[in-house]
Structures are given as structure tokens and as C-alpha cells.
């Protein structure tokens, strides 16, 4: 039988065939966790009296929520999980230095076909370069990182289809909101969502990641994007070597299909209080804007980094503007490439790796009435702060355009 992209890593993985809704056992490539749920992880682990993981290359600890501790508590933690690492002599440990757990995952760990399994809901962000990545508890990571096994329900393989190039100032951001707009936030509840790139060079991985981070916004076990000449030369790019790609057989049998024609989108806008309450910026323009966020494992790589910076260039910020790129080696490439330069500025504030202001947690917490434009990926009631804030998500044009105009600004308008 012809397999589609799920079926065959899964397959692999538990070593015999699989089909949609089997319950297996499957091998784990990658066993991740951060400082916030890593403290349940080794806490679970230290219960249980258990000594040993079960490959300390394939365990990949960032601190990123709690980066850098913003209180003693979160200090606290952190010194509880150096400590864990250092008895247990991991290698791949990454501290508060290093930058988000989903972009490092994505920058020098994951590969095409392989299984990923990290404490954090957003492990999905990893199924960019066709790794089958889904985020778990931390009981569950903890009988991970022990075992190297995991048992997963067979997810139903749906296929989505981008066809054409995206026009100006449209990213991944919005293919993410269009299919929330489309499908809503629980449709593919049990699916994996395979994703075709008729033209790979006219979506870049920086846009696939911020697909694959959303799919478990839409309830998607997995969001993997089909290996092709983009995922190479991604890989070779960031880590020097090429990889081997895992693709689906020609035939493979999918639920059904969504096509997205990339020249036909707008620019899109996830309003309060949900991630599907998806607008055109034009249905939301005019609003006025108390902050804007730019970062997160949704949207802190270089382009976005990039397109803010086009966008602020000689310019100046009517309101308080955050960017953080979401990892050391974003920062740096930012910094050499003068886009820091050009947000610092443009008068906004900058720093690097951490989750901060996307979790509400700290470096810009929303306060009462506060309007904000954030790339990140949830706009729940309180998520960035206050209950009595509201939370517009966008791409990182809308967002650039919004704290340059101190309102919700449509990017075409303006550049
Ligand atoms: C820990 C938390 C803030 C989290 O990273 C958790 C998660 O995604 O599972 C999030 O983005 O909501
Ligand atoms: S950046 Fe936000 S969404 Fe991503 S892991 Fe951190 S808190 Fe979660």
C-alpha cells in the first residue's frame, strides 16, 4: 500500500505497518523538554527513583520561558535542571543563552522522517522539515527520555496543497490564520496535516515553521511540510551537511485535501479571543495599539526579523515595540545583516532567545485595557497578561506597520 508521509515515519517507528487510528509504540529520535515543564519531567524521573535516560544524545534540554529568570522561583528551577544535567552528563543541554526549545529543535536537531517528542504543545514547529514532532505532558516525556518509546493513536493523514508564491508582506503567519479561518480551531482533531510546496523556493522554512508551530492551534496531532529541495538547503545551511529525505509513496491515500492558492491571500489577523476569530487586517485597521511583540517560536527567525526591519527602516515607533528573534543564532545573523541596528533605531526593544512576553511571563506583560499586535500564536483572554487586555495575532508586516502607525495598520498601505 502506497504510504502517506505519517504512515511511513510511524511505520518505521514502531517497526510494522500502520494505519490511521492504530495505538503503537513507537521509537523516539529526539526527547526534548524546557526549564518551565523540565522540572515536572526530572521531578516525575527523581519519584520514581530512576537514574539512567535512555540516550544522552537524543535528550535536548533550553531554557527559554523562565530565560533569563525573571524570579527566584524561575531561578530555582533552573538550577534544579543544570543540576540534573550535569549528573546525568547530558550533552545537548542549551541555557539561557541559546534561544527558544522549538527554534533550536529546528535550527540543529530535527530531521525529515524522524520521531520528536518534547514537553511543550508547540513541538509541532519541528514537522517543518517533515519530522513527525508532537508535543506531550510531562509524565509522558519523562517515560521518554527513560525508555525512548512513546505510544501514540495513528493520526489521519489530511493534505493541504500551496500552490503559487505568496505577494508582498504575506508569510506563513497567514496560511496558518486562512486554515484556522477555513477549518477552526478543532478540526483536525486525530489528523496529521501533510503539507504539499508546489514551489518550494516561494515558501522558505522560516514561513513552514510558523505553519507547523500553529498546527496544534488547530487541534493537529502533527504538522509536517513533504521534504524537498527547501528542507536541504535549510538543513545544509544552518548545520553544513545535507539530509536524506522521507517523502509519501505517489497514491498515498489522504481524508481529503485543501488547495491554498498563495497569490490570493491578505494579510490576516487573529482578533480577541481566539485564534480563529480570523479577520482581513482591513476588517481591523484603525484600531489603536498600546504594544507590539514581534518574536516567539511562531515568528522570531530571520525573515520576520528582516520584514520588520524593511518596514521600521529610518523610521520611527509610535508605540512600545518588542522584538526578540528567537534564538542566539537569529540574533546574531539579525545583528550582522544591520536589522538590530535598524530596529534599536527605529526606537524598539531588543532581545534574544526567550518565550517572555508570548506567555504573558515577563519583558512586556500586556497591562489592563492594553491593546497588543503579537506574531506569536494564542490570544486567549490573559495569555499575555491582564484578563482585560486583547490580543490581535498577525504577521510580522502587520505588526511592523502597526507599531510604526500606533494603530492595526495594513502593510500595503504603507510600504
Ligand atoms: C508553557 C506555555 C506557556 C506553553 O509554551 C506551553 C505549550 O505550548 O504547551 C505555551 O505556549 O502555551
Ligand atoms: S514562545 Fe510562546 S508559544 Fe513558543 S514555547 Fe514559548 S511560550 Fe510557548
Not at 533550553?62 to 535542571?81: C, G, N, T, Y
Not at 545544509?236 to 490570493?264: C, F, N, Q, S, W
Amino acid at each position: 500500500m502506497p504510504q502517506t508521509l505519517t504512515e511511513k515515519i510511524l511505520s518505521r517507528a514502531s517497526g510494522k505497518e500502520v494505519s490511521p487510528g492504530d495505538v503503537i509504540e513507537a521509537k523516539t529520535d529526539i526527547v526534548a523538554f524546557h526549564d518551565l515543564t523540565g522540572y515536572h519531567v526530572i521531578e516525575v524521573m527523581e519519584k520514581a527513583g530512576i537514574e539512567k535516560v535512555f540516550d544522552k544524545s537524543k535528550i535536548v534540554i533550553a531554557f527559554d520561558h523562565l530565560a533569563p529568570p525573571p524570579d527566584i522561583r524561575s531561578a530555582e528551577i533552573q538550577v534544579m535542571i543544570r543540576k540534573f544535567v550535569k549528573k546525568m552528563g547530558l550533552p545537548n543541554f542549551h541555557d539561557i543563552n541559546f534561544g527558544i526549545m522549538h527554534e533550536v529543535l529546528l535550527e540543529k536537531y530535527a530531521l525529515p522522517g524522524q520521531v520528536i517528542v518534547a514537553a511543550d504543545s508547540h513541538t509541532t514547529t519541528s514537522g517543518a522539515v517533515g519530522a513527525f514532532a508532537q508535543g506531550m505532558g510531562a509524565s509522558d516525556i519523562a517515560a521518554a527520555t527513560i525508555t525512548g518509546k512513546t505510544w501514540l493513536v495513528v493520526p489521519t493523514p489530511f493534505k493541504v496543497e500551496l500552490k503559487g508564491s505568496p505577494g508582498k508582506w504575506i508569510t506563513g503567519k497567514d496560511v496558518a490564520l486562512k486554515l484556522l479561518q477555513e477549518f477552526k480551531a478543532d478540526y483536525f482533531n486525530g489528523m496529521s496535516i501533510e503539507v504539499y510546496v508546489e514551489n518550494p523556493s516561494a515558501f522558505p522554512m522560516d514561513y513552514r515553521a510558523t505553519v507547523s508551530n500553529m498546527g496544534i492551534e488547530m487541534n493537529a496531532d502533527a504538522l509536517m511540510f513533504i521534504p524537498d529541495e527547501e528542507t536541504k538547503n535549510y538543513i545544509k545551511t544552518m548545520r553544513g551537511y545535507e539530509p536524506a529525505l522521507v517523502t509519501p509513496d505517489p497514491g498515498a491515500k489522504y481524508t481529503d485535501e485543501y488547495t491554498i492558492e498563495l497569490g490570493k491571500l491578505e494579510p490576516l489577523v487573529a482578533a480577541p479571543y481566539s485564534v480563529d476569530n480570523v479577520k482581513t487586517v482591513n476588517e481591523v485597521e484603525g484600531k489603536e495599539v498600546d504594544q507590539v511583540f514581534i518574536g516567539s517560536c511562531t515568528n522570531g527567525r530571520l525573515s520576520d526579523i528582516e520584514i520588520a526591519a524593511k518596514i521600521l527602516k529610518d523610521k520611527k515607533v509610535k508605540t512600545r515595540c518588542i522584538a526578540i528573534p528567537a534564538s542566539y543564532e537569529m540574533f546574531k545573523r539579525a545583528m550582522d545583516l544591520g536589522y538590530i541596528e535598524t530596529l534599536v533605531n527605529a526606537g524598539c526593544i531588543v532581545t534574544y532567545g526567550t518565550c517572555g512576553p508570548c506567555l504573558g511571563g515577563h519583558f512586556g506583560v500586556a497591562g489592563p485595557g492594553e491593546t497588543i499586535v503579537s506574531t506569536s500564536n494564542r490570544n486567549f483572554r490573559g495569555r499575555m497578561g491582564s484578563n482585560d487586555s486583547k490580543v490581535y495575532l498577525a504577521n510580522p508586516a502587520v505588526a511592523a506597520a502597526s507599531a510604526l502607525e500606533g494603530k492595526i495598520t495594513d502593510p500595503r498601505s504603507i510600504a
